[in-house]
């Protein structure tokens, strides 16, 4: 692509521009077949995705958002429960928790990672409820409500670490539903299993989203459940077509959250790529590791657990002079992003929720501090090396101009 006016955050054009003759073709077979919604074409996909997350099944349904609703409900979240995430997360998963008719409660982050922090999950357990007998739940003193669930969010790529939410989940019988959504691919080892485990493969259900943007990206809205629950995807091909099992026969109510012929196809050739485009966004963070480390006393980057192999959904490093440097970039023409500027906790929509500023400390001190750059697999070296010494030319900058007023 010509990127000579800059370099753009993300990059939707090259990749598509490569493989237009295939989409072309799915398109053409789709046409011709009139099998717009469902059909082989979702059931190929959805057994392809199912096998590169090394999951038994893979439910194909419209958004991500949904997928997040529907691996809730068909998980076995109740009506009224206490379901426990992070605040610093896409809203689209807490929306997913209020439209399955539970309620959001939030746990702190790790400072490395940007993931749930298990200690803080374990801590909100044992500290802030109080044991059910009757149900063997742990009852929300916030709320008054039973903690069912619990939603790891495997954010900008990286795994949570499993193990150990696992383990609380279990002692305190919680549901565990993946948020998938920015983790295609992503692996985690699991020194309790001695084995590497996939996004998608450890939870009860995980959640994918496949909005254009993401790792493995619809030209639309797209979205997968994985389970390896059988019945858990039997119930989600029902609850994502209206509750019927057999057409106008209604088990259940449920939704209009099909993904569609021509999402599917397409998807499946992008799948097909999906694996080296992964490696090539890893190369390319490690190049950014190698270029940005001199500057390590200003800008953090990010942090890879020795037990995790991310797939750099996003490439986000953290600085104090947040909005300087993003107005640096801007004028350099490279293009950044913030995910996410606002924890949820402090969000519009959630004051009900009575959550205040203090609550979560380690989500609010990065919000602040957090900067996306440019991270895709076509990314250039060169470009990388024009968003380095950007960065350098910045922190440069910021240092004589410290050293002035300081009189030093
Ligand atoms: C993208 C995303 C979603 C929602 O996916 P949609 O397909 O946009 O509905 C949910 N959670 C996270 C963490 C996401 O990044």
Redesign the pocket.
């Known amino acids: 692509m010509g990127l000579s006016n800059g370099i753009p955050f993300l990059d939707l054009v090259s990749p598509h521009v490569e493989l237009e003759a295939e989409f072309t073709a799915v398109f053409h077979k789709v046409l011709r077949s009139a099998m717009f919604i469902g059909g082989p074409t979702v059931e190929n996909f959805e057994r392809e995705f199912a096998s590169f997350c090394d999951a038994r099944f893979a439910v194909g349904v419209s ?4 997928a ?1 609703r529907f691996a809730l409900l068909a998980a076995g979240i109740r009506k009224g429960d206490s379901v426990l995430t992070v605040p610093n ?2 809203i ?2 807490t929306e997913a928790i209020s439209q399955a008719d539970a309620l959001p409660e939030f746990v702190d982050i790790d400072e490395g990672t940007y993931n749930m922090n298990p200690a803080c999950l374990r801590q909100y357990l044992e500290t802030q409820c109080d044991p059910d007998r009757r149900t063997g739940l742990r009852i929300s003193r916030r709320t008054g409500r039973p903690v069912s669930a619990v939603v790891p ?1 495997h ?1 900008y790529g990286q795994m949570c670490d499993m193990d150990a939410i696992l383990d609380i989940a279990e002692e305190y019988n919680l549901i565990v539903v993946e ?1 998938a ?2 983790a295609h691919g992503a692996k985690y080892f699991s020194a309790k299993d001695k084995t590497w485990k996939k996004a998608g493969s450890v939870g009860v259900a995980a ?1 994918f ?3 254009p943007g ?1 790792n493995l990206g619809a030209c639309g ?3 997968a459940v994985t389970t390896n629950s059988e019945q858990i995807a039997r119930h989600i091909k029902m609850i994502r077509d209206h509750g019927q099992a057999k057409k106008y026969y209604h088990d259940v109510e449920g939704y209009n959250g099909r993904l569609d012929a021509l999402q599917a196809g397409l998807l499946q050739v992008k799948l097909k790529h999906l694996a080296q485009w992964n490696e090539q966004r890893r190369a390319r963070a490690a190049f950014y590791g190698q270029l940005l480390a001199p500057l390590s006393e200003s800008v953090i980057l990010p942090v890879e657990p020795s037990w995790s192999h991310g797939v750099y959904h996003l490439y986000v490093i953290r600085t104090s002079d947040r909005e300087e440097l993003q107005a640096h970039l801007s004028s350099r023409s490279i293009g950044t992003a913030i995910h996410y500027p606002i924890p949820l906790h402090l969000q519009k929509a959630y004051r009900g929720l009575g959550y205040r500023a203090g609550d979560f400390p380690v989500a609010e001190s990065v919000a602040p501090q957090i900067l996306s750059v440019p991270m895709y697999a076509q990314l250039q070296l060169e470009q990388q090396e024009s968003v380095a010494k950007a960065i350098g030319d910045f922190v440069a900058s910021r240092h004589s101009a410290f050293v002035m007023s300081a009189g030093i």
């Open positions: 958004s991500g958002t949904d997040l997360t896409f689209a998963t969010v954010l948020d959504c920015q959640a989203s496949f909005y993401k809205e797209a979205g």
